[in-house]
């Protein structure tokens, strides 16, 4: 057994673009959520219309510059159409109606009739040449040392990627840390005595609708790029969900600990993929009752308990204060 | 209890819908129905400016209904009604308090996962920082120590002053009817709406939170006070209207209500009295 290799693994998968991509999107996941208490369920349309903005644009002739305007504003106007009629509801309401919209925006997207625009469940390739072409690093050159080493090609992603992120992570932070955005965490708090100490709560939570969706816009173009390739179906509702597990698991409402909790995710996902499919190559008796794909899924039991371990001895997630989760049982 | 003196302009008569002599706040026509049961029906009904006016009435009376449909939180189906001789009618909830009029809750709000601090700035009335815009184009720190300031010393005098920096989810039940009084302040109210203060309150804060009550009419603030007990209501009331079923039934002084036949009629029943066959 190389535990070596099964811990470069984890490490590569940490550091790499599809950490970056979740930790971007969850960004975003967590100003809606952790600080503006928005039950969005349908985030993942956000890096949906990002991507497939981008791709279009791009397909149809534009220059990568204006595919990337193209997908970010496009996320921005889903916020809007989005939240204009929900956002007056109730929260569960809104839950309800932004998981509908984002699998009907998926299903729209892949269907036959959209094919002559979005590839429908073809999807699109090769949009990501211009983005590739300005890569400083030789793209078959190994970077590191070890077992730690990363393709050029890869390394440009990731260094773009992880800008993104330390960029999106200062934007919050600059508002969060503002009286707007007190306002925000004073609407998760509770909405009707933020709406009675004269805040218009409605437009708060657009915003935040807006801004988190621009960021997520932007994580889906970054995986769309860093493929080069689009596909409907890689915009399942369970990257929502995970998107809110690793929100909470880093701590919902803390400014870091969206970051933190992809890169622990991951982590942990990609770590026990790799054990488990060498303690199925490697030991007798596991790969007498395990095949290698049944290995392969027992990392989402062994990444279940994991997480459930945290929630128990950490429920206020890795970041947060435990006086902040006290005040919050109260 | 000791009982308040009678103020001169409130020299009027004990009659419901009677004119005031400065109204800050005039109702007319105010209807609300929810399905059959009508929770509001006010002909006409004028608060006088710079008093503390009870308003009392039975469970269900609609009291709360009332405070719903005066700050926005509700719609009346029809009538209007007015603060400072401006229509409020169709204005949403955070205009209200805009204008001047802002309201406590029956259910105690306070923003458990904000500090005590947090709690007031949130309220603060000059934040231009409040703005995305603001926000993202800075500068807006000299605003925040001028609220932070005036934050402080309104936590001075309600005594949360050693809390600032606590989380307000850790405050007991009276400290958080204290946290909303003191929060209702940063708005700069004409009119302050509170709405059963003193419920669930233990009875030594009872009588510091009623006189922080005068406190706000004694600094030039109109009170407008929902309660049900009425050695309160009679301690620290300049009027005191009386809602059943929706109407307004009587208004006066509290000496004078509290002998008022159809208030007794309304608490205690029509039949009140009358044999048990």
Known sequence: ????????????????????????????????????????????????????????????????????????VAAVLLGLLLGIPTLRLRADYFAITSIAAAEVLRLVVRSSWSEPLTGGVFGLQGFGGAFHALNPFPTSELYGFGQFVVTGRALWVILVGWALVLLSTLLIARLIKSPWGRVLKAIREDEDATRSLGRNVFAYKLQALMIGGAIAGLAGILFALEQQS??????????????????????AGSIGGAVLGAAVFNFLFFATDALMARLQANIDWIGAILSPAEAGLIKYVLVGVALMLLMVFRPQGLLRSRDEGRADAS | ??????????????????????????????????????????????????????IIGPNGAG??????????????????????????IGVPAHQVAQRGMVRTFQLTKVLPRLTVLENLLVAAKTQPGATFRGAMLGGWQGAERQNEEQARDILQRFGLIAMANEYAGRLSGG????????????????????????????????QSLLEHVKGLRDSGMTVLFVEHDMDV???????????????????????????????????????RGEDVA
């Open chain 2, 175 to 206: 400290q958080r009817k204290l946290l909303e009084m003191a929060r209702a302040l940063m708005v700069g109210p004409t009119v302050v709406m509170l709405d059963e203060p003193t419920a669930g309150v233990n009875p030594v804060l009872i």
């Open chain 2, 63 to 88: 009291k709360t209904t009332l405070f719903n449909l005066l700050t926005g939180f509700d719609t009346p189906d029809h009538g209007q009604y007015s603060l400072d001789g401006e229509l409020l």
């Open chain 1, 230 to 251: 689009l596909h409907p179906d890689a915009f399942q509702p369970r990257i929502t969900f995970i998107l809110y597990v690793m929100v909470i698991l880093g701590g």
């Open chain 2, 1 to 54: 209890m000791k009982v308040e003196p009678m103020r001169p302009e409130l020299n009027i008569a004990h009659e419901p819908g009677v004119a005031k002599a400065d109204p800050v706040l005039i109702i007319d026509g105010m209807r609300r129905a929810f399905g059959g049961l009508r929770a509001v029906d006010i002909d006409h009904l004028e608060f006088q400016r710079n008093t503390i006016t009870s």
């Open chain 2, 233 to 271: 209501v009679q301690s620290i009331s300049d009027w005191v209207v009386v809602v059943a079923e929706g109407h307004v039934i009587a208004e006066g002084p509290p000496g004078v209500i509290a002998r008022n036949p159809a208030v007794i009629e309304a608490y205690l029943g029509k039949h």
């Open chain 1, 1 to 72: 057994m190389d535990w070596m290799q099964i811990l470069a693994a984890g490490v590569l998968a940490t550091i790499g673009p599809v950490t970056a991509g979740y930790a971007l999107s969850a960004i975003g996941l967590n100003l809606q959520f952790g600080y503006a208490g928005l039950l969005n369920f349908g985030h993942v349309a956000f890096m949906l219309v990002g991507a497939y903005g981008t791709a279009m644009t791009v397909e149809f002739g534009g220059p990568l510059w204006l595919g990337l305007i193209v997908g970010i």
